[in-house]
């Protein structure tokens, strides 16, 4: 089976699981969803190295961008029912923070003026 390197930005499901494999190297487990609403996407993400300790040290909802191989796994649920997810084995993580939740709040200087919002009616010139 050949491999695809991705790329995506996402929010952590849960706290990171930092683990331990039976050859006694670190890892860590996450579970990054990748979308929005309606059309989120959960994808396993397994980190290895240095991307290990990186992820140990998110939180839920922190927005990460990770980057790793991807692949599909299947199996059969309790119900007898054949489901799917994607996986991926990470050798990239990051924090991003400048974005969503983990962005910075900005200083506002109310000596300056603010921009009039647009009324619904007026057309937006482009």
């Avoid at 992820?55 to 990770?66: F, M, T």
């Avoid at 054949?82 to 993580?93: C, D, G, K, M, P």
Wanted: with cysteine; net charge neutral; charged share 30%.
């Amino acid at each position: 089976m050949s491999t695809i390197d991705v790329a995506f930005h996402g929010f952590l499901a849960g706290d990171a699981e930092p683990r331990t494999s039976k050859a006694g190297k670190a890892w860590t487990k996450l579970r990054v969803g990748v979308g929005r609403d309606e059309a989120v996407q959960w994808v396993s993400v397994a980190c290895f190295g240095k991307a290990a300790e990186t992820a140990a040290e998110l939180k839920k909802g922190d927005r990460c961008y990770v980057e790793g191989s991807i692949r599909m796994d299947s199996w059969t649920g309790n119900d007898g029912v054949e489901r799917h997810s994607l996986a991926v084995a990470s050798f990239r993580i990051d924090k991003t923070h400048n974005i969503g939740r983990n962005r910075p709040k900005r200083e506002r200087n109310d000596s300056e003026p603010r921009q009039a919002e647009p009324a619904l009616n007026d057309e937006i010139q482009f």
